[in-house]
Structures are given as structure tokens and as C-alpha cells.
């Protein structure tokens, strides 16, 4: 759940050859449904790109499809994200844990904070079959995988639940930042961290 905020995931065009049609299209529907959420129209998306409808449908057979492709991306940035936040923390559980709630902690106090990007599609993609659900539960099990991994490696009782938790914490995190800034929903949500860290390991 890392976002396309102020120095982080800014993958704008900025490379000297200009990207194709697909890449665009990606591109732009990074950004505006992370602003304007899934919703936004194809219109949009395609004045944004610079790209003729036809690009839409011969690379993602329509607005469905380069919704669940964008999420596909996302993901995979954002999963890169998380394991590259805990590396660089360093190798104790507690400390690579606490690293990306404090991480996501910065990202939900940033003014140009929107919210969870995958939450907002799953609550805004009314068709249950539409293939950006199983994106978005894939990602969720993958940081699911994540975190169990380290309450494992920390000796937890119950590392599986434990990451159940985190994972909780962490959407309430973004919730909060994007709908109660006020809130100080960083500093609330890294004491509760902690409590969840540092319950249940094995003497």
C-alpha cells in the first residue's frame, strides 16, 4: 500500500523516448484513478494518455481490463516496495515491521495522500467478478506472506494472526490518514504496532 505520493513510485514520463500507447494508457490510469478513484471516465483516461480509443480496446480490451492491469502493476510496485522498506531496516524482525508501518505513517500524513488506492477500487468496483478483485486480493495476500514471514523469523506464537493484524492496522492506518489527518493516525497506529509486535513471541 505504498502510493504514487511526493518522492515515492514517481514513475513520470521522463525518459527521452516517449513511451507507446500502452504505457501511456498505464500511466495515466495510475494517476487519475488514484485522484479521482476507478471511476474515472475513458475519456479522461484517454485525453490524459494522448492516445485514439482504439489503443484502449487492442491493448486492454477496454476500461476493465486496463483497470485490472494498472492494479497488476501497482501491486507488483508496491510489494517491491514493502520488501525494499524492510531491507533497508535491517535484518531484526521488530525493527524491519516497525519500518514500514513508520513508512506508511509518512505517506499518510503527505498533503497529497488520497487514500488506500486498492480499498477505494474494491468499494468502488461494484461487479464482484471484475478481474481488479482478484488483483487486489493477490496483492493483499502477498503482504499477508510478508509479514507473516517476519513474525516468524520474531518466534510469534501466532504469526499468521499476528499478520491478520498488522494488516488490519495498516488499512485502518491509511483510512484514517486520507478521511481523519487529525486524527494523528501515524503515531496511533505505530503504538498499536508495537503492542501487536511485541505480543505472543515464544520465551
Not at 487519475?32 to 484502449?56: C, E, I, M, N, P
Not at 531496516?89 to 499518510?108: K, N, S, T, W
Amino acid at each position: 500500500m505504498f502510493y504514487r505520493v511526493k518522492g515515492w513510485h514517481n514513475r513520470g514520463m521522463t525518459t527521452s523516448a516517449k513511451p507507446g500507447p500502452r504505457e501511456r494508457l498505464l500511466l495515466a490510469a495510475q494517476e487519475l484513478t488514484y485522484t479521482q478513484g476507478v471511476g474515472v471516465g475513458v475519456d479522461a483516461l484517454l485525453k490524459a494518455a494522448g492516445v485514439a480509443r482504439r489503443s484502449l480496446y487492442e491493448h486492454f480490451g477496454g476500461k476493465d481490463g486496463l483497470i485490472a492491469e494498472m492494479l497488476r502493476r501497482s501491486t507488483a510496485e508496491d510489494v517491491e516496495q514493502y520488501r525494499r522498506t524492510m531491507d533497508e531496516a535491517g535484518d531484526e524482525p521488530r525493527a524491519r515491521l516497525l519500518a514500514v508501518v513508520d513508512r506508511l505513517g509518512r505517506i499518510a500524513c503527505d498533503p497529497h495522500f488520497h487514500g488506500c488506492r486498492y480499498l477505494a477500487a474494491d468499494l468502488a468496483l461494484a461487479d464482484p467478478a471484475h478481474p481488479g478483485h482478484e488483483v487486489t486480493r493477490a496483492y493483499r495476500r502477498a503482504v499477508h506472506r510478508l509479514f507473516t514471514d517476519e513474525f516468524t523469523a520474531l518466534g510469534h506464537e501466532r504469526p499468521e494472526f499476528a499478520a491478520d493484524q498488522l494488516l488490519i492496522l495498516v488499512d485502518g492506518l491509511l483510512a484514517a490518514g486520507a478521511t481523519r489527518p487529525e486524527s494523528r493516525p501515524a503515531a496511533a497506529s505505530r503504538e498499536l504496532a508495537v503492542h501487536i509486535i511485541g505480543s505472543g513471541p515464544r520465551d
